[in-house]
């Protein structure tokens, strides 16, 4: 079984990431962080709950980081729902989330196993900056690091220039793309046009008849309409789960490369742009494999395995 980590702000698209790594075969999740992002921390850390019973899983969820390093929190209500989750209100998970802050329990797991667990970020990058501060070895413990953000080279979806994810916590992305951390940056763009879930696809899902299935469709009901509406794209974008298929399997992105890519932190014109030196113009040593393109039939056809 490979082992993965889970650091997630919990809402809607998030839940189907976490749905799909804990339904893979072959992967155990070992657990859980919770930060602050689309949501306060504790309505993500219940959304993240309710996800593991949901997959009849014991999974420990650990509460983590309740706002960025420096900046102020910004819900994304807007596109998530009034609860993260559509607006479904599903009921209150039975378990609690674990008595162990999520930084310590994160730096207690990759010692626990050295270069066996891989880490995928889904929210800001608050608690990992906390637990490469406290843990600078953890650099050389964690065997890769799947971070849905970030935009590479192209258009932001929270501003012009940045990615949500990034741009709420620009400082913690900076610390942890400097880090020396094996990063693999998926960004937001390779969930868009024809990776989205179409009308044919949510029909199809629809369709399947599964708990999983209607899950999917029904908590990500706000985002379907926001994306339309706002951002002009045909159906439901899903980032994070895009991010989590490459995590299971790298063999659906047809084109990765290396590069030096940093964080703009200082300019509120483009504070939290994810800046991708593609050509190599400034020499610096390439510290990130950015994914260009997708298989988008493989990808979504990952998603459907585990919703059967």
Request: aromatic share 8%; proline share 7%; glycine share 6%.
């Amino acid at each position: 079984m490979r082992r993965f980590w889970i650091d997630t702000d919990t809402a809607s698209d998030d839940a189907v990431a976490i749905l799909m790594a804990l339904r893979w075969p072959d992967v155990h999740v070992e657990g859980i962080s919770t930060v602050a992002g689309n949501v306060p921390l504790e309505m993500c850390s219940r959304n993240a709950r309710y996800t593991v019973e949901l997959c009849g899983k014991q999974t420990p969820v650990y509460d983590g980081a309740q706002q960025p390093l420096l900046r102020e929190p910004f819900w994304a209500y807007f596109f998530h729902g009034p609860d993260g989750m559509g607006g479904m209100n599903y009921p209150e998970p039975e378990r609690a989330s674990a008595d162990v802050h999520a930084v310590n329990a994160m730096i207690e797991a990759f010692r626990m196993y050295p270069k066996e667990i891989t880490l995928v970020t889904l929210g800001p990058l608050t608690n990992v900056a906390m637990a490469m501060s406290i843990a600078p070895d953890l650099k050389d413990k964690i065997k890769s690091c799947v971070v849905m953000g970030g935009a590479a080279n192209t258009v932001g979806n929270i501003t012009p220039a940045a990615e949500y994810n990034i741009w709420v916590d620009p400082e913690a992305a900076r610390l942890v793309y400097h880090a020396g951390l094996p990063l693999v940056q998926v960004g937001w763009e390779l969930c868009r046009g024809e990776a989205n879930l179409l009308e044919e696809d949510i029909k199809y899902i629809r369709e399947l008849g599964t708990e999983y299935g209607h899950f999917t469709i029904d908590c990500n009901r706000q985002a379907i309409q926001t994306n339309r509406e706002w951002l002009g794209d045909p159906a439901l974008p899903l980032p994070d789960p895009v991010a989590m298929a490459v995590a299971l399997d790298p063999e659906i992105c047809t084109r990765v490369s290396k590069h030096y890519v940093d964080i703009e932190t200082d300019s509120e014109l483009t504070r939290g742009m994810t800046v991708v030196d593609e050509r190599n113009v400034t020499d610096n040593d390439p510290n990130v494999d950015v994914v260009w393109e997708i298989d988008v039939p493989a990808w979504k056809e990952m998603l459907y395995k585990v919703l059967r």
